[in-house]
């Protein structure tokens, strides 16, 4: 490795614009003679429209244009499809509902779209959208998934006749049955699973503008990598060439998952600015991202294991309830049976597996991914069935956990996914040496003499990274001064991909990489096939695109080289940067000059040096590791206190330490927010109760403490990297490392399980109750 | 109704006519077109929005342009020297990886020098604790927390597992 290649904790190259203040986020861009959109959203959870009338708000002042669903359909513009296929055992398929862009005769959750407003101003258009008249006729509602499935609750969809799409199943439950009913121990849990707001910190925003002399429309939009929502909008909804429609993402303030979506209000300010044939900008406020970015998590779990005398998983059952809220967003009910199922049973071995989903309508906004995407559910569910073996066989928490550990490779899951690599134990061992699990006993006890509750939590976990789309487009161009131009599929909105693709060609071209340029996140200039970051995917997929790509351009440039030396093509060698043959050498720079120029290159060969490749992955990978949370719990208000945080990371080769660590410490904030503060509350009748960040908590500094990590590396054996995604890890190990040091803290109180947000509210309630005289 | 201020922005004099409800984070973004204060929230909850005025970190967002009449505004433009030269705080917050989106950065950034100004010599949990006023979804604050310790007090930086 070199000094600016795969594995050196490089600074990154985009921070000194990014803390300039010169970054630029779709916000930052504006267009000479733009409107300002406001939404004007339905505060009703249940409802039938029965009018609207738009004339109040078309006569206010600086208004242009008031659209309603009316517009859209004269204008033949469809409804917005799932992209899940699911069906029951029985082969029947889920039924699945579209949506509209604005709302069609009914609201389904607060803050659905009902109309845009165009205005002059943002205050102008905002004002207008509060001057809309609409009739409504409010229904019952109903929020969460176990409500909504009584006979008796309001049903969203009338064509459906229940809330329920489909009852999938792995198989038939009877073999797994048999088997918990033989098994010497046998646990249950039952878990809900918060829901949660991705909140990245730039809101949704979105600026459309119609250039009727290119018969062009170019958006501005924070995503995952425009191609996808590129193709959607320009093809589906616009019945435009893909090509007549550029979506520019430059900088994007965080993603999470939440990003890779065709949202309707990106559909409502494209058409509305095709449409008066100018430019249309809207910025949502927080408030409004609350209500309508797709939420993630909220899942009811019950699960039961069973075990042997020696304390041997003989038999898994997990059956599982996601809220779907009121539609079906692109990948909705993917997150527990794909998301969670790629997975599961995490990193254990289950001879028996019994796995049942619901999806379950609710008027509640769309939930979809969410960083982990079901790995954090399915991952917390099985870590807090491992505490529970522990207490029931007695066995240590660690013990029982590496009894069950799978430990051969390649590892089939019963859902016929294949595990390629992993050491799952020697993780478990090097988490639990750092953060001194051994000796944990003397700090109970010292902090138990301070009057504070000390327990300490273990958590494993297996990720799976890099999924779904199986391709990537990537393309590398050497110009004829040497410097080179990686045109990234993958998108970076916090990845540090500028840097990190920089290594790379630095590792394989000898490049330097501040002669390395990233072009991202623009469909002019981005491959054709781009798909995007999303799933952990950039460094198996844009980073094993770049390597072929730069292979490519190395076979090219060999020849070159051996024309310039007048050598055998097979006598060429390259190394850091110099292509040598017996005694004649020639460098990058130099082969790269030549290349361009058609008088020194062999005969019938295309001048240049640009090559591309839609790499195709083998397999995805499985990242995974073991955290270590040990906290202290102040009894008199039940605020606990993360003292210690140990994360033990397999992201199979690290390409940069630095950015690698960045985004575990990332992940671990989010998992811990989940498990501390976070939560998305809609009341019984459907209104959103959090709704800013002061309903809302966010992990703040405070919360957190010191993330000490360290690397238990196992190389993927199915990428051409060895890499495996590293974004995803902290989520899924932080919510049961920390329950598990909770409920560790209050064992001698009679607990076993809290739910999350694990708030001081709650554990002083838990402490408390069990303090309570019978 | 309009109304004129005047303000000194990053050193130069500005003058602007803006509406009484106006904030200032308005005036620098849309009128200034000063982009590198960033909008979070509409509750003073997020600090993307922080600035110094007459020396102090304030929330851009929950100030009004009027307001800012006669005052000495510094925002994340005006931090780095005339040739791009970062400044310390900017630095440290390169080298600890202290962003990754880099959309809550400039308000860390601000709130980071204005630490360093009011408490050098500050420990970890002092840090932890000032920084309740600015959320960063991305990094879980570590790098955040180190860089700006970095400053004020660089014996309390954590050893680094790199490894
Ligand atoms: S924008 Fe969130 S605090 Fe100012
Ligand atoms: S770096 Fe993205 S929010 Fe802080």
Redo the contacts between chains.
Sequence with gaps: MGQFGIGQ?L??K???R????????T??VNVDGQLWAAFYRSPHPHADILSIDPAPARAAPGVAAVFTIADLDADGVPDMPCEVELSDLSGRPMWKPMRPILARGRVRFVGECVAIVLAATQ?QAREAAELLKVEYAPLPAVADSESALAADAPVLWEALGSNVPVHWQNQDSAPVDAAMAAAAHRVRVRIVNNRLVP?????KAALAAWDAQAAKLTLWAPTQGGRRIQANIAKRYLRLEQDQLRVISQ??????GMRGQTYPEFVAVAWAAKQIGGAVKWRA???ETFFSDYHGRDQVNEAEMGLDSDGRMVALKIVTLVNLGAYMAENGPRMPIEGGGRIIPCCYHAPQFHFSVKPVFTNTVSTDTYRGAGRPEANFLMERLMDEAARATGLPREEVRRRNYITQFPYRTPMGYVIDSGEFARGMDDALRMAEWSTFEERRTEARARGRLRGIGVAAFIEAAGGRAPTEDMRVRVDAEGAVTVFSGSHA????HDTVFSQLVNEFLGVDPDRVRLVQGDTDVTPRGSIGTFGSRSSMMGGGGLKASCEKIVAKATLVAAHLMQAEPAAVRFETGVFRAGASETTFSEVAAAAWDARRIPEGMTPGLDESCLFQREAENFPNGCHVCEVEIDPDTGTPEIVRYVAIDDCGVVLN???V??QV??????GLGQAMVENALYDADGQLVSA???DYG?P???H?A??????NTTPCRTNPLGVKGAGEA?ACGAPPAFIGALVDALRDHGVTHIDMPATPEKIWRAINRANAPA | MKTKVTLNVNGQERTAEVEPRTLLVELLRDQLGMTGTHVGCDTTQCGCCVIHVDDKAVKSCTMLAVQAQGKKVVTIEGLAAADGTLHPMQEAFRDHHGLQCGFCTPGMVMMGVDIARRLPGADEKTVREQLEGNICRCTGYQGIVEAILSVVNPGAVKEHHHA
């Design positions: 904790p600074r990154r985009e921070d000194p990014l803390l300039r203040g010169e970054g630029r986020y916000d930052d205050a909140s990245p910190m730039e809101p900088d994007v303030g965080g993603g999470f406020d927080r408030t909105h916090g990845q540090g330490p630095l950015i660590h960045g410490y990332g992940g671990v904030a989010q800013t960040y002061m966010m703040r500094a405070h957190m010191h993330v000490e990590a360290g690397f902290g």
